[in-house]
């Protein structure tokens, strides 16, 4: 009996279906998904470490606390010797803040004037008029929007305290669910079962990897595009650029504003700066969703690059960013599942064997029992 290929029509549709509802399902859960995501990460970041101070004997309790503690001081440490440098540099350089506010407003009021002059061909509408009246709201406004800013980023501390929470057990305790789930299989299916775990392990590895491959190659790329146009801190601005580039299309349009914007405010006698600037963006797009996807997310996922723009184009609308970050590594994880479920569901020796265990499972139990029993 012939099961369906994984890379059939209808077995993608399936899959990409499949998809679609986990994504629902974790838009309705946020709160949860996204600890779950970055304590995924960590997971896969701590993981060697802890494997080592397990084989160094130490209990796998202690050195998933000592790799939670390891990484927490860390994060700490770095809080404690930037946020004061920050916030130092914030209230006392008032002219580097008004400046690249000053720049951040013609920029916009470029873009105001051209839209203008490009949409007046069609119907008159003042653009430009229209953000006038805008930044005055805004600045009429402007302690309450950054209070519900701050609001809202209160209401996420709860839940990013469930972080080291779900790593540390998915650390000590990794092993022991896999046991637990093998041990709730039928017995025919075990070694399915465990080839199962190790692809599905496998495939989430893969995402990650491709993810920093990725990441990689687009920070070099900018960085040198950066420093070629004359940028002032070129690598740090293309790493900060590629880590945004981690949201599909959306981190793309908000590092290329924020490029644009240094553009305008540290050349404003060089306008043909900020096309320049615009060019590598936008080529670098370009580049990132037809040849570096492909070659690193797609590839180590085994997802056609028309499937991957497609599924991360339906996470965004089903389920927003985090819909759109999650879309390819929750479609490679289902497709590992699918085509194991398919291997296993169709293979006629598993099936004989599940059915042989259930026979002997009921001739055990009827045995000793007499037939008016």
């Not at 209230?91 to 013609?106: T, W």
């Not at 805008?134 to 972080?163: C, D, F, N, S």
């Not at 070629?228 to 293309?238: D, E, N």
């Not at 499972?361 to 029993?373: C, V």
Request: hydrophobic share 55%.
């Amino acid at each position: 009996m012939h099961y369906p290929q994984s890379n059939s029509p209808l077995w993608t549709l399936v899959t990409m279906a499949a998809t679609c509802v986990t994504l629902l399902l974790f838009k309705a859960s946020l709160w949860l998904a996204v600890p779950l995501l970055l304590a995924l990460v960590l997971y896969y970041l701590l993981r060697p470490g802890y494997r080592w101070l397990t084989c160094a004997g130490m209990r796998p309790g202690l050195a998933s606390g000592t790799m939670i503690a390891c990484i927490m001081l860390a994060a700490i440490l770095v809080g404690l010797f930037s946020l004061p440098a920050i916030s130092l540099f914030l209230l006392q350089d008032h002219a580097f803040v008004d400046r690249y506010i000053a720049g951040s407003l013609r920029l916009l009021y470029r873009l105001a004037r051209a839209s203008d002059l490009n949409l007046a061909k069609f119907t008159p509408i003042d653009i430009a008029g229209k953000l006038d009246r805008e930044i005055i709201y805004l600045k009429m406004h402007l302690g309450q929007i950054v209070w519900l800013g701050i609001a809202a980023t209160l209401r996420w501390a709860p839940t990013m305290i469930l972080v080291p929470f779900f790593t540390f057990f998915l650390l000590k305790d990794g092993q022991k669910l896999n046991i637990l789930f093998t041990r709730m299989v039928p017995n025919a299916f075990f070694e399915s079962s465990l080839v199962l775990l190790y692809e599905i392990d496998d495939a989430t590895k893969a995402y990650f990897r491709g993810l920093f491959q990725l990441t990689v190659i687009e920070a070099c790329i900018l960085s040198i595009g950066m420093s070629m146009i004359g940028f002032p801190a070129p690598v740090l601005l293309g790493w900060i650029a590629a880590t945004l580039m981690w949201i599909p299309y959306l981190g793309s349009l908000i590092a290329g504003l924020g490029a644009c914007m240094i553009a305008v405010t540290e050349f404003p006698d060089r306008p043909q700066l900020l096309y320049y600037t615009i060019i590598l963006f936008l080529s670098v797009r370009w580049l990132d969703g037809l040849v570096f996807m492909p070659m690193t997310i797609g590839k180590s996922l085994h997802i056609h690059p028309a499937i991957a723009v497609l599924m991360i184009l339906l996470g965004g609308s089903l389920a927003g960013i985090p819909g759109m970050m999650l879309a390819l590594p929750v479609f490679g994880i289902l497709k590992v599942i699918f085509d194991s479920a398919g291997l296993i569901l169709f293979d006629t020796r598993l099936m004989a064997r599940y059915r042989h265990g259930k026979l002997l499972q009921r001739r055990e139990a009827m045995a000793g029992l007499s037939p008016q029993d």
